[in-house]
């Protein structure tokens, strides 16, 4: 089945000709525009229509001075019809980011760190990270060893504002109940800290970490 194409231009001339004003970054608007742009495309050429859309955004229905008075859709125009050019379409700003702060665990012991593959449903799947927790560490953690901690790092992602603290710690010898029974080590296995950089991939928030040189493992 053919699909209509939604990029940035063709969300710019449905908002205008049609006069809608759901802010177009948002999960609301890509439903909402997707079925309009389906609907109206052409089935008997799709890869024209698609073509023709887009460029009528980059050529006519441009960002800012669109060629109205040049355009056939002028006297249909909802846009232009309600003085509503220049404000279409419109952006959520900021509002739509969610904010997570993530506190990671760097457990250092014998050579080897904890770390583990992320599987759930969520953002960074088949990524890799230390143990992860979303709350603030408590201070019995903290006190099982000498944490020096390193942050804050930031990520923005398209719809999340990730927020990452690291919590390095070092154990000559056996990682404390505290924090084996805390949960924080589930789905978790042990690697050599040496393989860790080579061989397995992290979102960009650790890297970062990783380049700050905050790192004192080696
Ligand atoms: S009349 Fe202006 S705003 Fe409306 S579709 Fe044409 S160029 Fe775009």
């Known amino acids: 089945m053919p699909y209509a194409v939604l990029d940035g231009n063709v969300y710019r001339v449905l908002a205008r000709i049609f006069g809608i004003d759901i802010p177009t970054n948002t999960p609301q608007a890509q439903k909402w525009f997707s079925a309009l742009a389906q609907e ?68 250092h012991h014998s050579g080897q760190v904890y770390v583990r593959k992320r599987s759930e449903k969520d953002i960074w ?32 992602l398209t719809h999340q504002e990730i927020t990452a603290f690291f919590y390095e710690m070092e154990f000559p010898d056996a990682i404390p109940q505290e924090i084996t029974e805390s949960g924080l080590l589930t789905g978790c296995q042990t690697m050599p800290f040496v393989e860790l950089k080579k061989n397995i991939a992290f979102p960009k928030v650790i890297d970062c970490f990783f380049q700050s040189k905050a790192l004192t493992l080696k």
């Open 40 to 107: 109206l495309l052409d089935p008997d050429n799709p890869a024209g229509h698609n073509q023709a859309m887009m460029d009528f955004g980059a050529i006519c229905c441009t960002p800012s001075q669109p060629q109205c008075t040049l355009c056939p859709f002028q006297h249909h125009c909802r846009a232009r019809l309600q003085d509503k050019v220049a404000i279409l379409p419109v952006k959520q700003k900021g509002a739509l980011r969610k904010k997570r702060t993530f506190h990671y665990l760097i457990l």
């Open 125 to 156: 799947k088949g990524l890799w990270e230390f143990p992860c927790t979303e709350t603030p560490i408590s201070e019995v953690l903290l006190s099982a060893a000498m944490a020096k901690v390193s942050g804050p790092f930031r990520q923005l």
